[in-house]
């Protein structure tokens, strides 16, 4: 998930290549919603053995309430630290 700021919009998608994806987030070119909003704070990341079983994920996710991604954001990454430089080193 990305946001632009802690309990900011937020923005949930899926990829294969997820430091490629958020460069293109975070350099404007990822998408009309993250451009629009902003959103290159990278806050929450989940890794899958299979691209059917992240996109199921995704689709589980996207039904949830606000409240329960932002529960789950925090119980992964309570200070909403961005991750992007992790996924670099």
Known sequence: MMTNKRYGVLYLGVTSDIARRVTQHRE?????????YKCKRLVFVEH????????????????????WKIEAIE???????????????
Not at 48 to 67: C, G, L, N, V
């Open 48 to 67: 899958y053995p299979s691209i059917e079983e992240a996109i199921a994920r995704e689709k589980a996710m996207k039904a949830w309430r606000r409240m």
């Open 28 to 36: 404007g070119k990822g998408g009309a919603f993250t451009s629009r």
């Open 75 to 89: 119980a992964q990454n309570p200070g909403w630290d961005d991750l992007y430089l992790k996924l670099l080193a």
